[in-house]
């Protein structure tokens, strides 16, 4: 039996990196029926678990999961012996090893059927969205402000946002419910009619909701964009929030290429960003290690005890939030009066993704990068989930939220932080019109000139190390201050910097 470093050993990095057409739905499914090989199951089966050990996080992910996924490949692929149908063999490849990828965003698509990394999350049982309550589900008391609807492509109506007002005995409460953010691009444009309509109602009299309660209502939200969540979280917050704080990538090859698979880097994307193909970086030097790309940790965002809001908030979660959703709980975690009521969230948001066509004719979508977020459990909420303060599994948070005291089961002051607080202590003037907290993980601006300088400083690495190594050797011979010496250490450090030009095409 090979080993699991022994499969992935069996397909180069070059075959990884190789674009394959994206398939329509109808075509994949055709390939699915076609019987492959025992040669082509041992390359799919190899290149699949060698991309998933590209995730960013593999290293971090338990030993548990890690060894369970290894040898379920291992097993998989010591008995590969016969002509199998493709989306049989497919199926049960990704069935028995995805549960062990501790992210949630992680994607297989095998034709027929999509797979994600974690264990299956179960229903959601805190009731829908209030967007989504008719008329005469909703409170009498309640006065529909404003919101938006959309139409899907099977022709279903959804809604996208919506803002009330209502009174609760004599509490005034603003509700504020976001269904849906995936929709809509992460601009202001965007949601301007969002953003004005909250603005109108919270800004022209803040003293009646400080005096009253904020509810935000996100049960359902998949995630998408998060524009509408942050701009009330700033507006309560009084200053920018402390969300992600540092994103890390693996310094591989592959890893590079799965980056550059990312939305970022379509033409479309970083055209708007001002750049041009010819500025995007070439990258020749790989540590092989986890680099920074990005590292905020030394910035806290405090409350603006001013400007910020010191009413009671509500937020209303369920198993299906998740992904930028999920920003609901930690761009509001260091609010000193906030409250999550429901149940756990999915448990899908540290992970930024690249998406790309596998072999196969389905595709696989995996981590380049790692985000570090402050919540209340620890760094990594992966198939975890967010924990709600007050859990009402089986009843509607809506409606719970309404009965109880405004403050039972709150948490009143700055919650515990998985990292203390330390460097500046920042306060930022919000302007919703300007991009001033670019979410840095989705714009090639920033990525770039990041990416940039690790590979700057690769190059210097590897510099340093053959130039010790030489050093090293040179000091080992017998007479190591004669002339010969000294010029094949000129010579030597010429052809070594002739190299590096010539590996980086400069």
Known sequence: MLSFEEILNTVSDDKLM???????????????????????????????????????????????????????IENLYDKIAEPRRQQDFLEEMVAKTASFIEDRHFEVNVGAKVFHGGEPKADRTVGKNFAYRTDAEKPETYQKQGGAWETSQDGEKFPIWEIGTMKNGHEDVLVVSVYDIAHRDNSYEAWRDFIEKFDEIYLSDKDKWEKGRIILDVRGNRGGEDKPIDHVAKRLY??????????????????????????????????????????????????GENRALFDETQTFYPFNEKEGYHGRLDVLMCSRVGSSAESAYTSFYHH???????????????????????PWGGSMRVAWGKLTYWDKEGENIEVIGHKPDVNCSGKDAFDEALLMDRDEGRVIGYREKNEPVC?????????????????????????????????????????????????????????????????NMSALNTAYFKNIKGNNGK
């Open 336 to 358: 000193p009066n906030v409250r999550y009521i429901g149940e756990n969230t999915h448990g899908m948001q540290q992970y930024t993704q690249g998406t790309f066509a596998a």
């Open 238 to 287: 009084g200053n920018m929030v402390n969300t992600y704080k540092r994103c890390e990538i693996k310094d591989t090859a592959v890893g590079n290429w799965i980056l550059h698979k990312h939305g970022a880097f379509k033409p479309q994307n970083y055209e708007m960003d001002g750049l041009k193909e010819s500025d995007i970086v070439q990258r020749k030097c790989f540590s």
């Open 423 to 487: 460097g500046k202590l920042a306060f930022v003037e919000y302007d919703p019109k300007v991009s001033s907290d670019l979410r840095k993980a989705y714009h090639a601006k920033y990525i770039n000139p990041a990416l940039l300088m690790i590979e700057e400083q690769n190059k210097k690495d590897r510099v340093a190390l053959c130039l010790g190594k030489a050093k090293s050797h040179f000091a080992k011979q017998d007479n190591p201050k004669s002339e010969n010496q000294t010029i």
């Open 18 to 72: 190789v674009d394959y057409p994206s398939l329509s739905r109808d075509l994949r499914q055709k390939m699915g029926e076609n019987y492959i090989s025992a040669d082509v199951q041992k390359f799919y089966l190899a290149y699949y678990a060698k991309m998933a050990a590209e995730h960013v996080g593999f290293a971090r992910f338990s030993e548990k999961n890690q060894n369970g996924f290894k040898t379920e």
